[in-house]
Nanobody, 124 residues
Framework: QVLLVESGGGLVQAGDSLRLSCAAS????????VAWFRQAPGKEREFVAA????????YYADFTKGRFAISRDNAKNTVWLQMSSLKPEDTGNYYC?????????????????WGQGTQVTVSS
């Protein structure tokens, strides 16, 4: 069992940066690949970025286009999503999710554990 808690969201202006955190409970966090997803109002949840359990492999949605960076520190049981050059279309609720495999996937149905989300609002 893994409990995930996101933080770091907020209201920012276009062009600003934010760093989201996903803190995990449990001693075996390093056994889980982790991903970030987001959901905008009226839209389906979509994949944003993911990281392998060692942190050696990362994956990004095309829309991040080098603006976002995912990282993790297994000693701190934490995964981060650094977001820069934010746009109004980045607005949404951001969720982290974990799956007990070496490498993550882009499919939300494959993830076993989810956080409650943190809201990101980007004004123009």
């Amino acid at each position: 069992q893994v409990l995930l808690v996101e933080s770091g969201g907020g209201l920012v202006q276009a062009g600003d940066s934010l760093r989201l955190s996903c803190a995990a409970s449990g001693r075996t966090f390093s056994s889980y690949a982790v991903a970030w997803f987001r959901q905008a109002p009226g839209k389906e949840r979509e994949f944003v970025a993911a990281i392998s359990r060692s942190g050696g492999s990362t994956y990004y949605a095309d829309f991040t286009k080098g603006r976002f960076a995912i990282s993790r520190d297994n000693a701190k049981n934490t995964v981060w999503l650094q977001m820069s050059s934010l746009k109004p279309e980045d607005t949404g609720n951001y969720y982290c999710a974990a799956v007990g495999t070496t490498y993550p996937t882009r499919k939300e149905g494959n993830y076993d554990f989810w956080g409650q989300g943190t809201q990101v609002t980007v004004s123009s």
